[in-house]
């Protein structure tokens, strides 16, 4: 994370452009194209081609300056990817041009007049207080429903009272899949059965393969669904349909899936006895070509975690919500250098897990996480000052989570899966954002360079990349994430 906010803090979520319309104070109205769109941030511009200097999203207020072609003005402005047009009238326009009108209901880009009393400060002002009335509902229906999750897991019958509470709170369906795909439990509304066929169709994406996504999601039915795999290690999967998808969502999901992570992990056996003996023994010095057999063959993957939320149970649910059972919270870790000792550069009270593939290990909420690569039971202390490695890095970049890749996505995973994982992974970047961080890195970073070759200002690139750095939810100064961007920007 690049934000020093909680990872459970839902975002800013978009305002609707009815709402800003609604508000009587601005005068505000509308003259062509839907109201019913997205609004994400406010822009002015005069240039007479504001492309370069657009996200996408936003609301962009002129009173055309140099409005000379109201056609082409608003193609660009459509390519651009603007949430809307603002014109304000007077001193330059005393009604807004009817060619500007025209186009922008043959484009279907919504326009909205702007009168004379109503400076453009006060509409983005407006803006921005609904921003964050709304920011302030997501966080309170947030923390209400993990109160009402937490509740759930306490009762008699807590894997059902769980999905209950999910469903009552996302206002849906909520279920519980098995491996083979079957409904083991659900809770809420009844859904189409077109809806309920493709909920269970995107929760067979989620298998238990290395690598594999641990959630998707899509739409079926009218309805919009949400798979997450679970992580207690039997290939379970929580699938959720809703009729919208708030912003605060994904976060209420993610509290389910842990609690459904504990209440589901499936009891240890003898083997499970057995590997944690020999995790103990490993801890205490015994070289790892000796318990070789008792950990099995492998491969195995280590990870180094530092963070949580500073309860007793923390660092247990860390482990459950990754799928294993293998998990040391007291500051040393496998493969650790000379009997007793501690892995050269790990970090004091740093948790260790040991996941046998095919676990994912994908990013914790509160956690900072370090990923060392798949390796044999006799490499684990490789594996382990890797996993710290990562760790350090992630720690000192603002990641999330940090693998130790030396290879690069080229040599993990074939052509299919690495334009796979390019598309999920670039999703939320538009064409002109994508294009640009393409021509940034292909140019290791030049700011001048990349301008010049793009025939955009320097300005302009900054913001882009820093938007690409924001929804990515990446560090761009991280040499890691460059490589692994660059190599999904040239596969997918």
Same mark, same amino acid.
């Given at each position: ?15 609707? &452009? ?17 109201? #019913? ?30 409005? %000379? ?7 660009? !402005? ?17 009604? !807004? ?11 279907? &880009? *919504? ?15 407006? @803006? ?11 966080? +309170? ?43 083991? !439990? ?26 594999? *996504? ?42 389910? !899936? ?6 589901? %992990? ?42 949580? #939320? ?7 649910? @860390? ?7 293998? =998990? ?28 046998? @593939? ?95 070759? =793009? ?8 913001? +882009?990349?820093? +938007? ?14 460059? =490589?692994?961007?660059?190599?999904? @920007?040239?596969?997918?």
């Amino acid at each position: 994370m690049t934000s020093a906010e909680p990872a459970a803090t839902p975002p800013a979520p978009p305002v609707s &452009l009815t709402a800003l319309l609604a508000r009587r104070d601005l005068g505000l109205r509308l003259l062509a194209g839907p109201e #019913d769109v997205s609004i994400h941030w406010v822009h002015t511009s005069e240039m007479a081609d504001p492309y370069p200097y657009l996200l996408g999203g936003e609301l962009l207020m002129t009173a055309g300056v140099l409005l %000379a072609d109201p056609a082409h003005y608003v193609e660009r !402005v459509v390519e651009a990817g603007a949430a809307a047009l603002a014109f304000g009238v007077t001193p330059v326009y005393d009604t !807004v041009p009817a060619e500007l009108v025209e186009a922008c209901a043959r484009h279907g &880009l *919504p326009l909205v007049e702007v009168p004379p009393r109503t400076p453009f400060t006060a509409v983005a002002r407006a @803006l921005w207080r609904l921003m964050a009335e709304a920011r302030l509902y997501e966080l +309170r229906r947030v923390t209400e429903a993990q109160q009402s999750l937490a509740a759930a897991a306490a009762r008699p019958a807590p894997v059902p009272a769980v999905l209950g509470a999910l469903a009552s709170r996302l206002g849906g369906r909520a279920v519980l899949f098995g491996a083979d795909g079957t409904e083991s !439990v659900a809770a809420g509304r009844e859904v189409p059965a077109e809806a309920a066929r493709a909920l269970r169709d995107l929760a067979g994406v989620l298998g238990p393969r290395p690598g594999g *996504p641990a959630s998707a999601s899509g739409d079926g039915g009218g309805l919009r669904l949400a798979a997450y795999a679970l992580g207690g290690g039997d290939g379970l999967t929580l699938g959720v349909a809703t009729e919208r998808r708030g912003p605060g969502d994904h976060t209420i999901a993610g509290v389910a !899936v842990v609690l459904l992570s504990l209440l589901t %992990a499936p009891h240890r056996g003898a083997d499970a006895t057995v590997r944690d003996g020999a995790l103990v023994r490993l801890l205490l010095g015994t070289a790892p070509a000796e318990i070789a057999d008792a950990l099995g063959p492998g491969p195995w993957t280590v990870v180094h975690a530092s963070g949580g #939320d500073g309860t007793p149970f923390a660092a247990a649910g @860390l482990a459950a919500a990754l799928g294993t059972p293998l =998990m040391d919270a007291g500051g040393t870790a496998p493969g650790a250098a000379g009997r007793g000792g501690t892995a050269p550069g790990a970090a004091l009270g740093a948790v260790r897990l040991l996941l046998p @593939l095919p676990s994912p290990v994908t990013a914790q909420s509160g956690w900072t996480l370090g990923v060392s690569a798949p390796v044999e039971a006799g490499e684990l202390a490789a594996a382990d000052a890797q996993a710290a490695r990562a760790l350090r890095r992630a720690e000192a970049t603002g990641a999330d989570l940090v693998r130790h890749r030396p290879g690069g996505i080229a040599a993990l995973v074939d052509p299919d899966e690495a334009t796979a994982h390019a598309r999920a992974l670039l999703a939320p970047l538009g064409e002109p954002l994508a294009e640009t961080l393409h021509v940034w890195l292909s140019l290791h970073g030049g700011w001048d360079r990349t301008a010049a070759a =793009m025939d955009i200002h320097r300005n302009t690139v900054r913001q +882009r990349i820093t +938007r690409c750095a924001a929804l990515l939810d990446r560090d761009l100064d991280d040499p890691d994430v460059r =490589m692994e961007l660059w190599f999904a @920007l040239k596969s997918r």
